[in-house]
């Protein structure tokens, strides 16, 4: 719970003045099913959500995998 407000903060802090990557196996919509605190999901994810730009990687193979190679 406490991981959730500090993450809520960071968030909070840099939303409309700062670039926030994120790179996540979950879809912005699972995200609220990740974070413990629902209105803190919510938060989290409409302030990470809302001026974004996705990059969505696809392939039979896992990143881990196709670098072996």
């Known amino acids: ?3 959730t407000q500090l993450l809520l903060s ?3 802090r840099r939303h409309n003045h700062q670039a926030t990557i994120i790179a ?3 879809e912005p919509a699972e995200w609220l099913d990740q974070i413990p605190v629902p209105v803190a999901a919510e938060a989290i994810t409409d302030r990470l959500c809302s001026q974004a730009y996705n990059i ?3 392939g039979k193979k896992s990143m881990r995998e ?3 190679d």
């Open 24 to 26: 996540s196996q979950f």
């Open 1 to 3: 719970m406490e991981d």
């Open 56 to 58: 969505v990687i696809k």
């Open 10 to 12: 960071l968030v909070d």
């Open 66 to 68: 196709a670098a072996r």
